[in-house]
């Protein structure tokens, strides 16, 4: 059969998008690595890091062939609003819509990163999150869209990306529960202490209840009033 | 400012955003290294001219943005 | 010229023989005299307080000991009308001096706060009271009404409550606690830049620094360099307690022996330490109890004035565990931002109590004094450093205890019961155990 310059396109759409599947796996597997300062000697953290954002890069070209390819191709009907509205495709709107919404959230997570000196540190972290919503849509979207799903190969693809990233994410709750732990032993602190690898939950001193000036507020039932005691202290100081 | 002087960057780290990522003291271990708990211990004198993108590296990769650099005039 | 004599140091505290009672407005203007402020901006009248102020010389009662006309200088300058801020927060517990002057003479502290307020231009003081101080906010709250019945003061006057915790009363705590709600003390950098509440320029004075401004404006540079010394005139109240037959707050004159003030106060003959300036202060050899009380004579002997806290520890007590006792108290009192402090203090703490117990291991001695060093100076605000000078203070003057711990024979004295206070929280461990 002549490869027609459709079929390139065609050919071309599903291997970027396999491959933009590995990298952003890829990508999922060093960024939850990163977070839970996973690092020895030869595997330091800066350099998973920087790893991560560079993958993430790659994964992001592949992406944007996937889409162009996508589009231009005229062998399914796709249409340039699609790429970013969901669901507005004539072909297989389910899970063309699906694969629309992971690029949107990649969308709103590389435009975050690129601004990250500029917005704050709680914004940045928010986008950052929706990540974890883009793989397993995008995932879905691989599995959906039928072109090579069930071919063993594929499957075997989508098998290790997905074992991959389910076993970073064992690991990485695994290892919070024990830093929890070990924090909770670490002296008589009463409030949540920054526990690494996990965002520093606010301490709780100046977190009273009462958010007025000037109204008395309970601080907590073990606080004696202090006052009686300094009466007492001025009236036997007096001669 | 006198011929002899010049402005050299120091490292520093705000303590309340450092969140113990340890970037830094792999970047810059020439002027940090770490205490017993993960955090930095960092070294004031100023960082001389061919470590000075390691010591940016480590300000930009920060993912708390906790290392800051600081202007010092150096010398006479 | 110093005078260190008691006769001349009844001047915060002074009262018509005999009544120990709160002194309302007119109690107040009986004792001290009235003092009228200008009706409208008076810049000749700012500039001559503001003189009178540096010349007297006066410093900070707040721990810092910074010189005030200095602050009020830096609080002039700004575009906008600066906010005055009181600092009545009082957050060591060991510490009675601004509830005792607000519970009984809140007007000093206003009169002084309403000149500091005229002289820099502020519109609005803001009297910051411990949340679990009730009553000393309900004299400050029943003071400021009475002068605004009086028609006494073209400033707002409020009172606000910031949660009573060792370090809300630090400067840039309260600062962020009127801004965000939270007291947690923030990094500075640079420390000439003012800080503001909102877009506000805000002077942060302590309530006693504030009632002795309230004298100076009143008497003058000159009365008030008649006590005290050179370097530091004036006179100060400080909190007596521990091994003493009458507890309580007294005014001294800056200069004054220490020892002096211990007699007065009743302190029992022999002594193992005296702990002065605060939890984060330092322990007094006994042998240096003739020093004078005043910031350069006790940091001379490795000790500090702080918030004239002076607590005299009895040889029947173990120096050893009250200094355990306090690293574990300040340990929980950790903003909870900074990790050498989140971790380094608690750790200190453990490495105290092990000591106490008598169940050091071979290399604790050396680990207290590398934790100590590795902790230092890594904390946004002094509350780590304030805690490693106690401890270093602790294993020099009770050398010999220390050694004896180590070597698993604790002193008799290890079990006695505390005699610091402790507010109650659930994060004291090892107290009294």
Same mark, same amino acid.
């Given at each position: 059969?002549?490869?027609s ?38 595997w ?25 390819t996508?589009v ?5 009907s ?8 969901p ?5 297989r ?7 629309t919404?992971?690029?949107d959230?990649?969308?709103?997570v590389?435009?975050s ?6 917005i ?10 929706l ?6 849509v ?9 072109t090579d ?36 032993q ?15 939950t606010?301490p ?14 309970p601080?907590?039932a ?14 036997k100081?007096?001669? | ?14 303590p309340i955003?450092?969140?113990a990522?340890?970037?830094c +003291?792999?970047?810059? &271990?020439? =002027?940090?290294? !770490?205490? /017993? ?10 960082v ?8 940016t590296?480590? +300000?930009?990769?920060? &993912?708390? =943005?906790a290392? !800051?650099? /600081? ?6 | 010229?110093?005078?260190?004599t008691m ?15 709160r ?8 004792i001290h ?5 200008p009706?409208?901006?008076d810049?000749?009248w700012?500039d001559g ?7 007297s010389?006066?410093l ?32 060591e ?7 005792v ?8 502290v206003?009169?002084?706060a309403?000149?500091?307020a ?6 609005e003081?803001?009297?910051c009271?411990a949340d679990?101080?009730?009553p ?15 028609g ?5 006057f ?7 915790r060792?370090?809300s009363?630090?400067?840039s705590?309260l600062?962020a ?18 800080l ?8 942060v ?7 002795h401004?309230a ?5 003058g540079a ?20 521990g ?8 005014e001294i ?6 020892a ?7 302190a ?17 050899d006994?042998a240096h ?15 500090t ?7 005299a520890l ?20 950790s ?17 105290l ?13 050396p ?7 590795t902790?230092?100076g890594?904390g ?27 070597a698993g024979?604790?002193c ?10 402790f ?11």
């Amino acid at each position: 059969m002549l490869a027609s310059s459709s079929s390139v396109l065609w050919y071309t759409m599903r291997a970027t998008g396999i491959v933009s599947l590995v990298l952003l796996s890829a990508t999922m597997v060093l960024g939850i690595l990163t977070a839970g300062r996973a690092k020895s000697r030869s595997w330091p953290a800066f350099a998973q890091a920087d790893l991560h954002k560079r993958v993430s890069l790659l994964a992001m070209v592949f992406l944007a062939f996937h889409v162009l390819t996508a589009v231009i191709d005229t062998y399914v009907s796709v249409g340039w609003t699609s790429a970013i509205v969901p669901f507005a495709s004539p072909y297989r709107p389910l899970w063309t819509g699906l694969g629309t919404v992971a690029v949107d959230l990649m969308l709103a997570v590389a435009v975050s990163s690129a601004l990250r000196q500029r917005i704050s540190a709680r914004t940045w972290r928010g986008i950052h999150w929706l990540a974890y919503g883009s793989w397993p849509v995008a995932m879905a979207h691989s599995l959906g869209i039928g072109t090579d799903a069930s071919k063993l190969w594929m499957d075997g693809i989508a098998a290790l990306c997905t074992s991959a990233v389910v076993g970073a994410l064992a690991w990485r709750i695994v290892g919070h529960k024990r830093a929890r732990e070990r924090a909770a032993q670490v002296g008589a602190i009463t409030r949540a202490v920054p526990v690494r690898g996990d965002a520093p939950t606010a301490p709780a001193l100046g977190r009273r209840p009462d958010r007025s000036g000037s109204a008395p507020s309970p601080s907590g039932a073990t606080r004696p009033q202090r006052e009686p005691s300094a009466t007492r202290l001025l009236e036997k100081d007096r001669p | 400012m006198s011929a002899r002087q010049r402005v050299a960057i120091r490292v520093r780290v705000d303590p309340i955003a450092c969140d113990a990522y340890s970037y830094c +003291a792999e970047l810059l &271990p020439e =002027r940090v290294t !770490l205490d /017993e708990w993960g955090y930095p211990i960092v070294d004031g004198t100023p960082v001389p001219a061919e470590l000075v993108e390691l010591a940016t590296r480590a +300000a930009t990769d920060c &993912p708390r =943005r906790a290392v !800051l650099l /600081e202007r010092v005039v150096v010398g006479r | 010229m110093t005078c260190t004599t008691m006769e001349l140091t009844e001047r915060l505290l002074s009262r018509p023989s005999g009544a120990v009672a709160r002194s309302d407005l007119a109690g107040h203007v009986a004792i001290h005299g009235a003092l009228s402020l200008p009706k409208r901006d008076d810049r000749s009248w700012s500039d001559g307080v503001l003189r009178a102020v540096a010349e007297s010389g006066l410093l900070g009662r707040g721990g810092a000991g910074f010189p005030s006309a200095i602050k009020w200088d830096a609080a002039r300058r700004g575009a906008r009308r600066p906010l005055l801020v009181v600092n009545a927060m009082e957050g060591e517990p060991a510490s009675a001096k601004d509830r005792v002057l607000l519970s009984y003479s809140p007007h000093l502290v206003l009169d002084g706060a309403d000149v500091a307020a005229a002289v820099i231009g502020a519109s609005e003081v803001v009297i910051c009271v411990a949340d679990d101080s009730g009553p000393t906010a309900a004299s400050v709250d029943a003071a400021i009404a009475e002068r605004t019945r009086a028609g006494r003061s073209r400033r707002r006057f409020s009172v606000a409550r910031p949660p009573g915790r060792y370090v809300s009363g630090e400067e840039s705590a309260l600062i962020a606690w009127l801004n965000t709600r939270q007291a947690l003390p923030t990094l500075r950098i640079d420390k000439s830049v003012a800080l503001t509440v909102g877009r506000r320029p805000t002077l942060v004075h302590n309530a006693e620094t504030l009632s002795h401004v309230a004298l100076i404006a009143r008497h003058g540079a000159a009365w008030f360099r008649q006590a005290g010394t050179f370097e530091a005139p004036g006179t100060t109240l400080v909190t007596v307690t521990g091994a003493v037959r009458s507890p309580g707050v007294v005014e001294i004159a800056l200069g004054t022996p220490v020892a002096d003030i211990l007699v007065r106060a009743g302190a029992d003959a022999q002594l193992s330490g005296v702990l002065m300036g605060g939890y984060g202060g330092a322990w007094l050899d006994p042998a240096h109890l003739a020093t004078p009380y005043a910031p350069g004579p006790l940091a001379d002997v490795g000790a500090t004035q702080g918030v004239g806290i002076i607590v005299a520890l009895p040889t029947s007590s173990c120096g050893i565990a009250e200094t355990a006792r306090i690293a574990r108290y300040m340990a929980g009192e950790s903003a909870g931002q900074c990790g050498p402090c989140v971790f380094g203090l608690p750790a200190i703490a453990d490495d105290l109590e092990l000591l106490w117990a008598g169940r050091a291991d071979a290399d604790l001695l050396p680990r207290i004094h590398h934790r100590a060093d590795t902790v230092e100076g890594r904390g946004a605000c002094r509350h780590p450093d304030g805690v490693v000078r106690l401890v270093r203070s602790a294993m020099a003057l009770f050398a010999d205890d220390v050694r004896a711990h180590a070597a698993g024979r604790p002193c008799p004295g290890h079990a006695a019961p505390s005699v610091m206070p402790f507010p109650a929280t659930p994060a004291i461990r090892g107290s009294g155990s």
